[in-house]
Structures are given as structure tokens and as C-alpha cells.
């Protein structure tokens, strides 16, 4: 079946740099997108959504872009900061949720 | 605040035992998600209902896991026998409408199967 992947398992950064997380996703149809954000031995938890028909949604100090074209979404976090350092992972929504495998964040001092 | 309650937080059971975990959404929240998630993996589907019944039970294993949410409202997720590749963390989400709308997790049951 189709599902969500990712560009990289992990990635390091040092506190103040912007982050930028990639997704690709496989189903042209799905119509909603999500960002989580799991910290260890929680629950994922919401960080920014974008609907179909936007290509661009800002948060607070986070971006999340959509490229329908090439089917990509990228979370940018800006000056990211130790309390950042988390997996993230991207839903996809169609008729259901579906998720990638995630990418680990490390934010070095 | 509202939140995904999940129970137990961690489990611990014999392989072939019997084993289940009770989720109460958000109030008010229509539809709910079980997840399996291994651990370094993402959160894979289980089970999606919308109220009562089941929308998407297609990666379930009907042989030994069952679910059910008979009044729309809370749910449990049971595992007969155990085996021990059933050792995950099993989330629960919720959210208030079938599609475009923020889901949210509870905190998940840590199942260790000895």
C-alpha cells in the first residue's frame, strides 16, 4: 500500500540554526497534512497542519511547506532550541492517517 | 485542557495470555485511531472507527486482535493470544470529524510481552 516516507532518519543541528525536516508522500489524493512532534515514551503531538490547497502554513517559529508537484512537505523550525530535540514525523490524510518513520532531531548546545 | 486518555500507561503479560488497553477520546470527538508503534518506527494504523463502527480494520490482525467501540464513545483494543512481536507502544488518537481536522494522541500503553 502507499504510505508517507522520509528523506533522512536523523538529523543534528546546533541551537539558534533553523531546521528543516522532509517528507515525501506517495497518495496524490490525500488532501490534509500533519506534523508531530514525539518526545520519548509520549504521544505524538501536533505541531502544524496544511490543507490541499494551501502550498504554505506558518506556526509559531514553524513553517510547514507543500509542494503538490513532486508530492513533498518540509517542517522548517526556526532558531531551533534543545526543547526541539524530538522525532517528527508527517501524516498523511486521506481516508485514514497514515505515517512515515520519522526523523530524529538533535539539537546540540 | 481535553485529552486522550489512555489505560494502562504500561503492561506487562505472558506470551499467550490475553491482553487490552482502554482509550477515551477527546468529548465530543467522532472519530478514533488505534495505532501499533514499534519502537525507532512511525505510528502504524490498526483501526479507525468513525462513532460505532468501523471504517478501516485492513491491517488488523482479525486472527488475534479485535476492537470495538460500542457506543460511539470510549474503546478497547484486545490482543488473544500474546505473542512477543506484539511488544510496542499502542496509541490511541482522536479527532473531531472524518477528515481535515487536527487528530490527537493520548499517551500510549507500553506493552512488554515476557
Known amino acids: 500500500g502507499e504510505n508517507v516516507g522520509l528523506h533522512l532518519p536523523t538529523l543534528s543541528v546546533q541551537e539558534g540554526d533553523n531546521s528543516i525536516i522532509n517528507c515525501a508522500y506517495s497518495?496524490?489524493?490525500?488532501?490534509?497534512f500533519i506534523w508531530y512532534k514525539q518526545e520519548s515514551g509520549k504521544g505524538p503531538q501536533f505541531i502544524i497542519d496544511?490543507?490541499?490547497?494551501?502550498d504554505k502554513r506558518q506556526g509559531q517559529r514553524v513553517t510547514v511547506l507543500l509542494n503538490k508537484t513532486v508530492k513533498h512537505l518540509s517542517l522548517q523550525i526556526a532558531a531551533t532550541q534543545p526543547g526541539d530535540s524530538a522525532v517528527y514525523f508527517c501524516?498523511?490524510?486521506?481516508?485514514?492517517?497514515?505515517f512515515g518513520a520519522g526523523t530524529r532531531l538533535t539539537v546540540k548546545p | 485542557e481535553a485529552e486522550v486518555a489512555q489505560s494502562p500507561r504500561y503492561k506487562i503479560t505472558e506470551k499467550s495470555q490475553a491482553v487490552a488497553f482502554w482509550c477515551d477520546p477527546i468529548?465530543?470527538?467522532?472519530?478514533l485511531y488505534w495505532y501499533r508503534q514499534i519502537l525507532g518506527q512511525g505510528p502504524e494504523l490498526l483501526v479507525q472507527?468513525?462513532?460505532?463502527?468501523?471504517?478501516?480494520d485492513s491491517q488488523l490482525p482479525k486472527d488475534r486482535f479485535s476492537a470495538e467501540r460500542l457506543k460511539g464513545v470510549d474503546s478497547t483494543l484486545k490482543i488473544q493470544p500474546a505473542e512477543l512481536g506484539d511488544s510496542a507502544m499502542y496509541l490511541c488518537?482522536?479527532?473531531?470529524?472524518?477528515?481535515?481536522?487536527?487528530?490527537?494522541f493520548g499517551q500510549g500503553t507500553r506493552l512488554t510481552v515476557v
Open positions: 488518537a482522536s479527532s473531531p470529524a472524518f477528515k481535515n481536522t487536527e487528530a490527537f
Open positions: 497518495n496524490s489524493a490525500s488532501d490534509y
Open positions: 496544511i490543507r490541499s490547497n494551501m
Open positions: 501524516a498523511e490524510i486521506y481516508n485514514d492517517m497514515r
Open positions: 468529548s465530543g470527538h467522532a472519530t
Open positions: 472507527f468513525q462513532d460505532e463502527s468501523v471504517v478501516d
